[in-house]
């Protein structure tokens, strides 16, 4: 099911700018027994991305509607939110008039391994770099070019997931998610201020760790040694939750305990989905 600016349809105009030039920001939302998980922190991201690109954020109460209306009945599913800057403008040059354009679609849950959360997951290093623009960095945004073509690498090793560089090889973020590791007692991610996606679950860990007695949560550099070397590390997203990685490059890491005091923590809280 869809609602394009409210009415159920799929289609949108070919002069949007969303598919001209990817200009909008999207979201995208875990659905469990017909509640959309962390709806304010998703409205709050899609405003924050649309007041960085000039373009009118939605009010939030009828975003809240819409999803109301996509979730009801669902016992678990993926809502996805977009915004783009609708039809206007000639060329790049945004003009003026342009009247956004609001999509709220549902999908089904994707068939992630049953025993992620618990047992883990592979991860490889991707070729395709991440390239540094502090003008798009942390907002989630229509241009996921890097993002396919690192997905599209021909990849033998059956990883679920792949970590992306920025162009100086530093650690950024996963294909599809957040990183975190665990040297001790700090737990760091990696700063998102010149390219990635500022996650709602990497906001949301970043939070609770500050809650745990022991964790000092940490936002820093971040180098495919030092997170090979860690006691553990984790990925993150809203759909996944947390995902203990087991595997970096073939090497074996330990599952630390961090990991899933946090998939408590939040499952407990009603941030992430039970499994
Ligand atoms: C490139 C990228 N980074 C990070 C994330 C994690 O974001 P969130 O925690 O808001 O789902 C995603 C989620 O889809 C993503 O696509």
Known sequence: MMLVNGEVREEISAQDR???FGDGVFETVAVDTARALCLDRHI???GEGC????IAPPAAATLEEECARICDGVERGVLKI????GVGGRG????????PTRIVARYPWPAYPASARSR?????????RLGRNARLAGIKHLNRLEQVLARSEEDASGCAEGIMLDEDGRVIEGVMSNVFMR???VLTTPDLSA??????????????????????????AMSVDELSSADECFLTNSLIGIWPINRLQGQAIEIGPLAHTLQSLLVESGAMTRD
């Open 195 to 220: 390219c990635g996606v500022a996650g709602i679950m990497r906001e949301l860990v970043l939070e609770s760790a500050a809650t745990l007695e022991g964790i000092e949560p940490r936002v820093g």
């Open 18 to 20: 969303g598919l001209h």
């Open 51 to 54: 007041r960085r690109l000039a």
């Open 92 to 99: 790049y040059a945004p003009g003026e008039g342009a009247s």
């Open 120 to 128: 883990g997951v592979a991860v490889r290093v991707c070729g395709t």
């Open 44 to 46: 709050r991201r899609l």
């Open 183 to 185: 040297h001790g007692r």
């Open 82 to 85: 977009m915004v783009t800057r």
